[in-house]
């Protein structure tokens, strides 16, 4: 397969949905399917890293697009958002059926999964309702064949009346297969006949009504059948984006009304109406997919799935659930924190390196003092210290986070959290964000885009912030390594500092359940939606695609935004640290301003404003405290620990100021990258600044009142 690419931007108006072309002859492919089928892994296989992501225009959805040349013909595949059905319930279930419905394109393959066929088969149902250009791939063949499922995939095409082809799409089996049915189906050489679910005759009759009114009106092709069956369930959203697909408003399209009313009547005499349209209408795809699979799929095992049902006792049950959860989440910090320590010193010492030459060049070249100490101490400085924190955590991080996803583990820690999100009027789904936070709080705050509820999609932005991303581990690895650990690092203090990093992020979480709960009882008030958590059968990982899918994705993209909003902090602190005002520097000042404040919360000044310059990026907190005690006019490292403990101590740092440092830490502002994320995810300043405010305001509270009470005390 050979690959070219393709771009297609995300501001194209709302109406139109349709992927642009490269050139008349390419065939633009809808790859559909419920989550957790391999999907994404079949799209990854067909498309290499030809990819490129883009928001639907007016949706806070990302489609994935790539291509590939097969035999002469380029196909661009899209890779519409996981969908358990086309009635509309959802942003992504929106955008997978008018994709499907609008979108233009050549053929559709539905994705299914081989270990729970029945289920997976009313997306195609619904999906051939629409078109006969489909193709199903039957994917995890391999997963079906261990748990010793056979499926008869003649048979199965024979039923359904459209192509059907088996992979195993991680190895790679069955994807020329699929690529050479879509060469007949995108060439109409395949004459299909596809499967016509029978519906209750009220309802047949009344799709009859409204297809003779529709077939007279539609001037685009498009199926009047799944357009009829919309219009009885009442679903508005797909009146609206047909009314942009046809060009014209079919509330206000008197005969269609009338039709429709009259439709209506007619059910409700026989006793179908409201609600119980929908329930009968999904009753005849279960009935027929239950028709289908008779004779098609054959169990050897009734207890193919024991095994996973032995393992979710453990991961998920109540007892053991939630304290499982937390093992498993200490020895991921345990991990980071030891794995982390070297690799991060060894870049630190050649980054340094490099600014040495650096240095040596602007000598040569006679540059004045301020130029060099703008360009190399304070950009680059600031720059290679980002770099060198934040990359080895991240490098480690996000890999074993994206192993657990790929086993299937994290939809179980959105199921374990699930109930108490309820009871704080939040979403499940909530969870699966938090964990995205841990490596990138921007991170979190676009997997929000999973949670469907507005409101509850707000919720789950504002408070992301409680979960520590790994830019704050350096400061509350180092403070509680110094104050409360040891200041000497031992594969046992690195555990201990783990336990005690893993207690900070549950207060982090408790948190967010409790500020959840405040905000949906005040500005964000409602009742917790429900949502469907498929719980996926465990997987093997690919350790391999792992390791690079997390580096490319996820930290290379998120250090390119730390970065980015770096290298203006560092011009900015080498300013306030180098010019003099009177008989102190700006920084001095400023440090002098904020003191009384900053007492307050058990700090001093010197820390709050290092909070303050660390808005760009957090890793550059404990270097600003650093570089003020010690007036150097530039950030700097410290030797070890000890050396950096003593001159905390010798500028009045006791166990308080450390743990009012860790506190505010946990809860204050989002970075800058944070900030900027959510104001492209929620259009809107006023929710970026309450997102800003929310945790600030609470970090202040709880830094107050824990240090009334220990100056109460007496602890201090």
Known sequence: ??????????????????????????????????????????????TGL?????????????NAQGSCTYKGQNYVFVDIPGTYSLMAHSAEEEVARDFICFGDADAVVVVCDATCLERNLNLVLQTIEITNRVVVCVNLMDEARKKQIHIDLTALEKKLGVPVVGAAARSGKGLQELLDLLNLVTRQTIHESPYRVCYAPAIEQAVEELEAVLRAKMTKPISTRFISLRLLEGDRTLLHSLGDY??????ADEELQQALASAREDLARAGIKGERITDRIVSGLVLAAEDICGGVIRYERADY??????????????????????????????????????????????????????????????????LSGILVQGIYRTLAWVVAVMLPPMAIFFPLFTLLEDLGYLPRVAFNLDHHFKKACACGKQALTMCMGFGCNAAGIVGCRIIDSPRERLIAIITNNFVPCNGRFPTLISIITMFFIGS????????????????????GVAMTFLVSRLLSKTILKGVPSSFTLELPPYRKPQIGKTIVRSIFDRTLFVLGRAVTVAAPAGLIIWLLANVVVGDATLL????????????LMGLDGVILLAFILGFPANEIVIPIVIMAYMATGSLIDMGNLTELKALFVANGWTWATAASTILFSLMHWPCSTTCLTIKKETQSLKWTAVSFAVPTVIGFVVCVCFTAIVRMLGLA
Not at 50 to 62: A, L, S
Not at 316 to 334: A, D, E, N, Q
């Open 1 to 46: 397969m050979g690959l070219t690419n393709t771009s297609t931007g995300s501001s194209v108006a709302a109406q139109n949905l349709v992927i642009e072309r490269a050139t008349p002859q390419d065939k633009v492919i809808a790859l559909a399917g419920n989550p957790n089928v391999g999907k994404s892994t079949v799209f990854n296989a067909l």
């Open 588 to 599: 001095a000042h400023c440090a002098r301003f904020l003191n009384p404040i900053a007492q």
């Open 488 to 507: 000497v690092i031992s594969p046992f203090d690195s555990l201990l500092s783990a336990l005690f990093l893993t207690a900070v992020i549950v207060l």
């Open 246 to 251: 046809i060009g014209f408003d079919i509330n």
């Open 50 to 62: 030809n990819q490129h992501t883009g928001n639907w225009p007016g949706k806070t959805v990302t």
């Open 305 to 370: 799935q024991m095994r996973d049902r032995r393992i979710d006792k453990l991961l998920t049950s109540r007892k053991t659930g939630v304290p499982v959860m937390l093992l498993l989440l200490g020895l991921v910090f345990w991990l980071t924190i030891t794995g982390a320590n070297y690799p991060s010193q060894l870049l630190s010492t050649a980054l340094f390196w490099v600014e040495d030459r650096f240095m040596d060049f602007f000598n040569w070249l006679s540059a004045p003092a301020w």
